[in-house]
């Protein structure tokens, strides 16, 4: 495994709280980009439920001092109540049009809703060691996310659980058939939940006049399981780039496990490797919106730039007879932030034709949640591939 680098200690911010008649100071660690809680107190298992969500809404970090596993139900009474605030307010617009507004609505909610859960804190020693009754061991799963230790910090327990969930999915892995194998994912790293797209890739037929697929670029690989699906279906040979260094290492380590080194190349670049291919494939972030953290990158993009920035040089890294197969979510279009008629504009504008487009309806959990105020959207929405040509190589 390829650990992630670990910001040095100048490059984080610091928090800072009094406790036993001391000042003390540690590093703050936030993935989502969070800054530290200006006030902090040491807290314990005396504080109830209502109070600890009092001093969350104003901002106060609470440092947690007592046993680990009743900090963890103190966190879920705090998003019990934070929750039960927001159903209501969902049953009173539930019945409006889902519309860009809404969503923005929604997003300011999910994000109030973190920073307030992200109050109660978890400090680490050193070594990523928690000095707390009942603290799991969460040495691994902090190298994995964070990098190699370099002295103590503090973190919300929130996130410091997420990263634990994460190294879980990492060490069990996802099995994805049409891969070969289990694809791991690395924190960071936008993890392959869902099956529709992968299927719609692996189920696809193969350029018409390009035969067997000789050369296939995936721009934006994350975890590599495209490039996987590409070279396990017969593609000769596949680079697959990313400009993240997570993802770089995260795809290289399962394109490794999988015995696919010899077929799939792993780059950095910014979009497409040099020359041209007979296959080109693209599963950008399907929301054209601001990620509000770099852990939101794999879903957010931000001004619909990977998107534009594919299809404008889809067309100088095509063979002839050859193809760029794009997968996107018409959510985006259900959520009022994108229209079809721009999306079509786009493709026209590259120089790009659509020849077919091949369609799904995920059947992932959200869709069938219910309350979910963006429901309405998920549960119609429709995930597509998109085979695309240069309109030039058709004239």
Not at 119 to 128: C, G, S, W
Not at 170 to 197: K, Q
Not at 343 to 356: D, K
Request: hydrophobic share 40%; net charge positive; glycine share 10%.
């Amino acid at each position: 495994m390829i650990a992630p680098t670990s910001p040095t200690p100048e490059a984080l911010p610091s928090v800072a709280w009094e406790e036993a008649g001391e000042s003390r100071t540690a590093r703050w660690q936030s993935e989502r980009g969070t800054p530290p809680p200006k006030n902090v107190i040491a807290t314990d298992d005396r504080i109830t439920a209502n109070d600890a969500y009092g001093l969350a809404c104003q901002g106060v970090g609470m440092l947690w001092r007592s046993d680990f596993q009743n900090a963890r139900q103190l966190l879920t009474a705090l998003a019990s109540r934070v929750d039960r605030k927001a159903a209501q307010s969902h049953a009173r617009g539930s019945s409006e049009a889902i519309t860009a507004d809404t969503f923005n609505r929604v997003r300011q909610a999910r994000s109030q809703r973190a920073r307030t859960l992200g109050m109660l804190l978890i400090e680490l020693d050193a070594e990523y060691g928690i000095a707390l009754r009942r603290a799991p061991d969460v040495q691994a799963a902090c190298r994995h996310a964070y990098g190699p230790a370099t002295g103590p910090m503090v973190v919300s327990l929130r996130e410091l659980l997420g990263v634990i969930g994460a190294h879980q999915w990492y060490l069990r892995g996802i099995e994805v058939p049409a891969a070969g194998g289990h694809i791991h994912p690395h924190y960071g790293v936008f993890t392959p939940t869902r099956t529709d797209y992968v299927d719609l890739v692996a189920k696809a037929p193969w350029p018409a006049g390009a035969g067997r697929v000789g050369l296939a670029f995936d721009v934006g690989t994350g975890t590599g399981v495209l490039a996987a699906v590409l070279a396990r279906r017969g593609a000769l040979q596949v680079v697959a780039t990313d400009t993240d260094p997570r993802a770089i290492a995260c795809a290289t380590e399962n394109i490794n496990r999988l015995g696919l080194s010899s077929r799939v190349k792993v780059a950095q670049a910014a979009f497409f490797p040099e020359g041209r291919a007979d296959l080109v494939i693209c599963n950008p972030p399907w929301v054209p919106a601001r990620p509000g953290s770099p852990l939101e990158r794999g879903i957010y993009d931000e001004n619909g730039g990977m998107l534009q920035g594919f299809l404008s040089g889809l067309a100088a890294h095509l063979n002839p007879e050859g193809e760029g197969w794009l997968i996107l979510s018409d959510l985006a279009e259900r959520l009022g932030l994108r229209t079809r008629e721009a999306l079509l504009a786009q493709i026209n504008a590259a120089g790009l034709t659509v020849t077919a487009r091949h369609d799904v309806r995920p059947q992932h959990p959200r869709s069938f949640d219910a309350g979910d105020p963006l429901h309405a959207a998920r549960r119609a929405e429709v995930t597509s591939l998109w085979r695309l040509k240069s309109a030039v190589s058709l004239s």
